[in-house]
């Protein structure tokens, strides 16, 4: 597509729950990213995949947070038992080949969990 | 590591005034410097880049930064703010050996008439 599609736009969830957030992005870019943005936090960088290599995670905030990428297109964002502290802003983005080309964001996902 | 500071949380002006927006960061390698623009309900944007070359780039819609390797600094400036330039401004440090993009805290800039 033309841009960076997330959906969805807007997901309230209760606290416990598993979500699952969705992250399309420019075909043939090679690198897609999820950042979550907290208020007065900025973005911080959750996980990276580049191509065929294994995916950088090391920003994933805990073990109940977890992504997967298939066929190095699509990408989905698992968040199980989800606690009122994961509420936030979740943003993908994604890249021709690396930071150098600037990323391009979706419009993001905004997870309230109640 | 890498790290980005962002000193001002929020930045008000008036309409038509010049305006600057600080950024600096932490890097013991060569580094790329982005500032990426957030508007009211929309994702990031890519407002300019620093790669390499010439220390100063510009946007297309009149803002520029300028790349000090003495003060590790990359802040925004723009000589005549409009009230359509009210949004958050982020900025990034990325570097040849890591494809990651680490964000400071942000700069709300708010332009009244």
């Known amino acids: 597509g033309a841009g960076v599609s997330q959906s969805p736009s807007n997901k309230v969830t209760e606290k416990g729950k598993d979500v699952e957030l969705r992250c399309d992005p420019i075909s043939g870019h090679t690198a897609l990213y999820w950042y979550r943005q907290s208020l007065g936090q900025g973005l911080e960088f959750l996980i990276y995949f580049q191509g065929n290599s294994a995916p950088d995670k090391s920003g994933l905030p805990s073990d109940r947070f977890s992504a997967e990428r298939t066929g190095g297109s699509v990408s989905t964002l698992t968040i199980q038992r989800t606690q009122q502290e994961d509420s936030a802003v979740y943003l993908c983005?994604?890249?021709?080949?690396?930071?150098?080309?600037?990323?391009?964001f979706g419009s993001g996902t905004r997870l309230t969990v109640v | 590591a890498q790290s980005v500071t962002q000193l001002d949380s929020q930045v008000p002006v008036f309409e038509e005034a010049p305006v600057e927006l600080r950024c600096n960061y932490s890097s013991s390698v060569s580094v790329y410097l982005f500032w990426y623009v957030q508007y009211p309900n929309q994702g990031l944007q890519l407002l300019l880049k620093y790669l390499s070359g010439s220390t100063l780039v510009e946007s297309i819609n009149g803002f520029e930064a300028e790349f000090n390797k003495s003060q590790t600094s990359f802040h925004l400036r723009k000589p005549s703010v409009h009230i359509s330039d009210t949004a958050e401004y982020f900025c990034a440090v990325s570097g040849p050996d890591t494809d990651k993009l680490i964000f400071g805290t942000g700069t709300r800039l708010q332009v009244f008439p």
């Open positions: 983005a994604s890249s021709s080949f690396d930071s150098a080309y600037g990323y391009t």
